[in-house]
Antibody
Framework: EAQLVESGGGLVQPGGSLRLSCVASGFTFRRYAMSWVRQAPGKGLEWLSGITVSGESTEYADSVKGRFSISRDNLKNTLFLQMNSLRVEDTALYYC?????????????????WGLGTPVTVSS | AIRMTQSPSSLSASTGDRVTITCRASQGVSSYLAWYQQKPGRAPQLLIYAASTLQSGVPSRFSGSGSGTDFTLSIASLQSEDFATYYCQQYYNYPRTFGQGTKVEVK
């Protein structure tokens, strides 16, 4: 059974940085594009970023472009999200998700499964 | 970015009711649409992709329809475990975008 486990969240001051990790198991990680999605407290879902199987191509939401960077280590079955210049409005639960769809989930992508999420709080 | 608008934002229903949720895209997304269910404190779970294809293991009381800009998620006979929030998501282009969610509550 495919499983994703996020870690690395925590409390950080505005302007600070965090690096989130997502360890995958139960499927061949290197064969699937992956994504990060967040959910602010009491709010809806916001897709943040996606990465191809090789890591050569990435996409970002405008809200995080230039501040966040997605990457992956296929040897360690791990997805990363480097978050810089954090803002109060980045406070959320951050999920990683496995992409399904055409092109290993890159050209068309719906998400299954999702991890349980790691919480990020940006506050002074 | 394509804007996804769900209606209603919330609804009250009873067990056994038929429930329909609508999702409208700000531009055509063909059939590149998925639906998710999220229960409090839990991660979202995939229900439907390609607008109408039921994910393996999802009960057949769930169904999806539509293409272009207008889509619906229907629950034929609401069960107690279906009280949750539902989200649509387009994957026609990047950035992927979600609707704001529809909360299905007990009447």
């Amino acid at each position: 059974e495919a499983q994703l486990v996020e870690s690395g969240g925590g409390l950080v001051q505005p302007g600070g940085s965090l690096r989130l990790s997502c360890v995958a198991s139960g499927f061949t990680f290197r064969r699937y594009a992956m994504s990060w999605v967040r959910q602010a407290p009491g709010k809806g879902l916001e897709w943040l970023s996606g990465i191809t199987v090789s890591g050569e191509s990435t996409e970002y939401a405008d809200s995080v472009k230039g501040r966040f960077s997605i990457s992956r280590d296929n040897l360690k079955n791990t997805l990363f999200l480097q978050m810089n210049s954090l803002r109060v409005e980045d406070t959320a639960l951050y999920y990683c998700a496995k992409n399904l769809g055409a092109g290993n989930g890159w050209y068309t992508s719906w998400f299954d499964p999702w991890g349980l999420g790691t919480p990020v709080t940006v506050s002074s | 970015a394509i804007r996804m608008t769900q209606s209603p934002s919330s609804l009250s229903a009873s067990t056994g009711d038929r429930v329909t949720i609508t999702c409208r895209a700000s531009q055509g997304v063909s059939s590149y649409l998925a639906w998710y269910q999220q229960k409090p404190g839990r991660a979202p779970q995939l229900l439907i992709y390609a607008a109408s294809t039921l994910q393996s293991g999802v009960p057949s009381r769930f169904s999806g329809s539509g293409s272009g800009t207008d889509f619906t998620l229907s629950i034929a006979s609401l069960q107690s475990e279906d009280f949750a929030t539902y989200y649509c998501q387009q994957y026609y282009n990047y950035p992927r975008t979600f609707g704001q969610g529809t909360k299905v509550e007990v009447k």
